[in-house]
T-cell receptor, first 116, second 113 residues
Framework: GAGVSQSPSNKVTEKGKDVELRCDPI?????LYWYRQSLGQGLEFLIY????????KSGLPSDRFSAERTGGSVSTLTIQRTQQEDSAVYLC??????????????FGQGTRLTVV | QQQVKQSPQSLIVQKGGISIINCAYE??????FPWYQQFPGKGPALLIA?????SEKKEGRFTISFNKSAKQFSLHIMDSQPGDSATYFC????????????FGKGTMLLVSP
């Protein structure tokens, strides 16, 4: 696609439910990143994929959070047993990384998650 | 430990004025310093970026000033316009083969007409 696409745009879920957030990166981009944006807290790194593997999961806040990427393209971020503190905007970004070359990261519009 | 500190949190500038946002970093391995602009309901978009081999980079009305010894960099918006009203994030990353960014907490800029 022309840009990074995320779905859904908004998600309201009940505390304790599981949610899945989807990211379609720019075609051909090898690297994919998930960030979380909370009010007044900037953007917090969650996980990075290169192809289908995740060499850096250091930002995942707990074992309730997991992510996968299939076919070197679409990625899904799953939050199990959601808590109110999980409410935030979840942003996905992609970039091309090949050898010494890394392009800028392009962001999607985000998924606003509200846990009630 | 916050690795990129951004100030101010919010800024009001009159149309035509200069907007200045400052960032400081701690990790000397950082070698890429972008600024992102974010409008409400949208994802951040790259505005301008600099690497530490230069002290200044200018693109139109936007200028990054970089001070390697002080580990500080700033964004200057000249002739600020109401359309520049947005949240601005500084960020930093190191050249380890991928570009996971460490972001500042953001500055909400309002340019009054």
């Amino acid at each position: 696609g022309a840009g990074v696409s995320q779905s859904p745009s908004n998600k309201v879920t009940e505390k304790g439910k599981d949610v899945e957030l989807r990211c379609d990166p720019i075609s051909g981009h090898t690297a994919l990143y998930w960030y979380r944006q909370s009010l007044g807290q900037g953007l917090e790194f969650l996980i990075y994929f290169q192809g289908n593997s995740a060499p850096d999961k250091s930002g995942l806040p707990s074992d309730r959070f997991s992510a996968e990427r299939t076919g070197g393209s679409v990625s899904t971020l799953t939050i199990q047993r959601t808590q109110q503190e999980d409410s935030a905007v979840y942003l996905c970004a992609s970039s091309f990384t090949g050898g010494p070359i890394t392009t800028e990261a392009f962001f999607g519009q985000g998924t606003r998650l509200t846990v009630v | 430990q916050q690795q990129v500190k951004q100030s101010p949190q919010s800024l009001i500038v009159q149309k035509g004025g200069i907007s200045i946002i400052n960032c400081a970093y701690e990790n000397t391995a950082f070698d890429y310093f972008p600024w992102y602009q974010q409008f409400p309901g949208k994802g951040p978009a790259l505005l301008i970026a600099i690497r530490p081999d230069v002290s200044e980079k200018k693109e139109g009305r936007f200028t990054i000033s970089f001070n390697k010894s002080a580990k500080q960099f700033s964004l200057h918006i000249m002739d600020s316009q109401p359309g520049d009203s947005a949240t601005y994030f500084c960020a930093a990353s190191s050249g380890s083969g991928y570009s996971t960014l460490t972001f500042g907490k953001g500055t909400m800029l309002l340019v009054s007409p």
